[in-house]
Every structure is written in C-alpha cells, then in structure tokens.
C-alpha cells in the first residue's frame, strides 16, 4: 500500500509539473515567430515594401505594402498565422494581388524583426493600427478587405466587430484558442489555463459585413467541423467554401488565392 501511496505521489507530482510548464510557457507554444528579415532590395524585387506603423508603447513595427492597381481597387488587411512572419507571406501576396488589389500584410509585435512580444492583446492592437494606417491613406473602409488566416481569423474577427469594412475572409479559423488548446493537450483543463483566448465564437455573430469562410476537409490542426461551427453561427450574408482534401497548411498551394480575389472583387462593387 505504501509502494502504491508513493507511485500516485510521483505520478501526481509529475502531472502537476508539466501542468505548470504548459501554463507557464503556452506563448511558446502558440506564438513560432521568424525574425529574419529580408533586404529592401529583395522586397523591392518582389514589388512590395515596408511600411512604418505606429502601434503601441513596444515601438514602431512594420508591414508590407504593396499599391493597389486602381483608386477603386479592394485593399486587403492581411492577417497570418503563428508561424513564420508576414514577410514569408510575399508569395500569397503576389498571388492575390494579381487581380489589381492592394494588400497590407500586417506585421505582429514579435515577429518579423518588430519589437514587443506577441499576445492576443498585441496582436489585436497591431490590426487596428494597420487598420487606421489604411484609412489615413485615403482608403475608405468600403475598400478594405479584412483577411485572416489560422491565427490571425480570430484576430481579423475581432477586428471586424469594432470596424466598418467591405468584407471578412476567414481561412482555416477556430471557434476559439481555448477550443483548440483543449484538443491539443486533453490531459490537462488547458481551456481554463489559456491566457490569449480569441473567442472568435463569442464574436462573430457581431460582424456587420459580408463574410467568406475557407476551409479544408481534411485540415489535420483546426478540424473543418470547429471551423464549420463558427461559420453556422455568423449571420447572413456569408459563403462557404469548402476546399476537399485541403490540409492546414497547403491550401494556398491548392489555389485559395483565386477564391480571396474574386470574393474581394464582389465585396467591393465596380473594382
């Protein structure tokens, strides 16, 4: 009985362990940024640039622009996943702009070079900043199309609710991060330790603009029945695209960009 007290103990004392470094370390676990960050000169090949935006006590960050191709071109606010930088994005850039869209990839706290460190808090601040940065360029919030994708759907959700704008895309979006924390460690009430919550589910009945949601089938991270159930719970105008046999990760490769560019192209008349 003693040997059996003393195996529980330990096994308990372990799990409480590892409880502990899941709590204490989860924004390693969500957030994977790259800083590397890539010359002028590769940009300028790549026909985008680096915008300076003011956005908080951490210091200036920067986004990448590239111009639209009309005045009543749609402007796309792009907001990307918890991997890598907006600057590994350049080619979903390219890929969407070749209807004539303008697109700002924001750049989160964090990553890409930016100073400060990601949170949902920061993260949200840093959409709103580019979002103001887009209107003081003379860009009417009728023209602007906000993107999100993995990650940044709950940030372009959040977003959207406090904002005016011709349409919302989502890509391979969550109903919520303590949804998925709890899928991803089911060992342990992880829904009840997350500190950055994106509770896009508590949200999105709240947007009052057009929405496009993206998904793939077999999405292997963010299952297509979480991502279907968010998608119920917007109210209408809203359209599903289901992409078969997409995973979480290949369907730009799958041709997601002609979707983002004709649904832009419709939430913004006469572009």
């Known amino acids: 009985m003693r040997t059996l007290l003393g195996g529980v103990a330990i096994s308990v004392g372990i799990y409480l362990i590892l409880l502990l470094l899941v709590f204490l370390f989860q924004r390693q676990f969500l957030y994977l940024p790259d800083q590397s960050v890539p010359s002028e000169n590769h940009l300028n090949k790549m026909n985008v640039a680096s915008v300076t935006i003011q956005s908080g006590p951490d210091g200036d960050t920067h986004s990448l622009w590239r111009d639209p191709l009309k005045d009543n071109s749609p402007v796309i606010l792009f907001l990307h996943g918890n991997a890598g930088s907006h600057y590994d994005r350049i080619p979903m850039i390219q890929a969407i702009a070749r209807g004539g869209a303008g697109i700002l990839a924001v750049g989160y706290p964090g990553y890409g070079g930016n100073p400060g460190s990601p949170s949902e ?151």
């Open 121 to 271: 808090q920061a993260l949200n601040a840093a959409a709103q900043a580019n979002f103001d940065w887009l209107i003081s360029q003379n860009i009417t919030p009728e023209r602007v199309v906000i993107v999100g994708e993995s990650l940044g759907s709950g940030v372009a959700t959040n977003l959207a609710t406090k904002n005016e704008a011709a349409g919302l895309i989502l890509i391979a979006s969550y109903t919520s991060m303590d949804d998925m924390a709890q899928r991803q460690f089911p060992m342990f009430p992880a829904k009840w330790l997350v500190k950055d919550r994106y509770r896009s589910i508590d949200r999105i009945d709240r947007i009052d603009m057009p929405l496009s949601w993206i998904h793939g089938t077999a999405d292997e991270l963010i299952p297509f029945a979480m991502g279907q159930e968010l998608f119920d719970a917007a109210k209408d105008p809203k359209t599903r695209h289901s992409i078969e046999q997409g995973g979480h990760n290949d369907l730009w490769s799958l041709g997601i960009d002609d979707i983002v560019r004709r649904e832009a192209e419709r939430f913004v008349p006469g572009s």
